[in-house]
């Protein structure tokens, strides 16, 4: 059974700072991994979406690659801005057409 | 193109109430999800649709819970009837068969 985890669970940094965010998952059987953000009380927006084949996608200040064989992907987030502020959730597409989603990381970025 | 359609956008009911949400996916797609997130939590999968059919409703609580997709567009989530523990928003999400999934805004539901 996939398992997918997030941390950290909750970070706090100040404005400017580069950041990392961590997704681990159990089953490396996956066809792709995708990165989305939710804003409080909202639905999922796609930020990024990693091929199975492939090792990293970049979307302007973001940067998510991905490890099947370890079963890990990290979202780097380069300057973050204050409009950073949301929670991030990975979510790992396997065999039977569905995602599964880890638990999130909510992050808030300091003025 | 218009993207995954769902409403009400808030709701809120008293337990033992019932309660439906709408969806209406993106034009074509044959694949619709509903999605529960606690607060707190990452979704979690309540029903896959592939046009009308159920493909998995493993984790549906289906002593309360239903859903259809009667003419393989548009869906109905139903709770009948709610528990405070059912507060959460419902995503919907569709799928035209690659593996992707677009979600909508979800609906907000508070049972008190």
């Known amino acids: 059974k996939q398992e997918v985890t997030q941390i950290p669970a909750a970070l706090s940094v100040p404005e400017g700072e580069n950041l990392v965010l961590n997704c681990s998952f159990t089953?490396?059987?996956?066809?792709?991994l995708q990165w989305f953000r939710q804003d409080p009380g909202k639905g999922l927006t796609s930020l990024l979406l990693?091929?199975?084949?492939?090792r990293e996608q970049t979307s302007g200040r973001l940067n998510a690659s991905l490890d099947k064989s370890s079963g890990r992907s990290t979202l780097y987030i380069a300057a973050s801005q204050p409009g950073d502020s949301a929670t991030y959730l990975c979510a790992v597409w396997g065999g039977t057409y569905k995602y599964i989603f880890g638990t999130g990381t909510r992050l808030k970025v300091l003025a | 193109e218009a993207g995954v359609a769902q409403s009400p956008r808030y709701k809120i009911i008293e337990k033992r109430q019932s309660v439906a949400f709408w969806c209406n996916p993106i034009?074509?797609?044959?694949?619709l999800y509903w999605y529960q997130q606690i607060l707190g939590q990452g979704p979690k999968l309540l029903i896959q649709f592939q046009n009308n059919g159920v493909v998995d409703d493993s984790q549906l609580p289906k002593d309360r819970f239903s859903a259809e997709r009667l003419k393989g567009v548009d869906s109905t989530l139903k709770i009948q009837p709610a528990k405070l523990e059912d507060s959460a928003v419902y995503l919907c999400a569709s799928s035209p068969g690659t593996r992707e999934a677009f979600f909508g805004q979800g609906t907000r539901l508070t049972v008190v």
């Open positions: 089953d490396s059987a996956i066809y792709n």
């Open positions: 990693i091929q199975s084949s492939q």
């Open positions: 034009s074509g797609h044959a694949t």
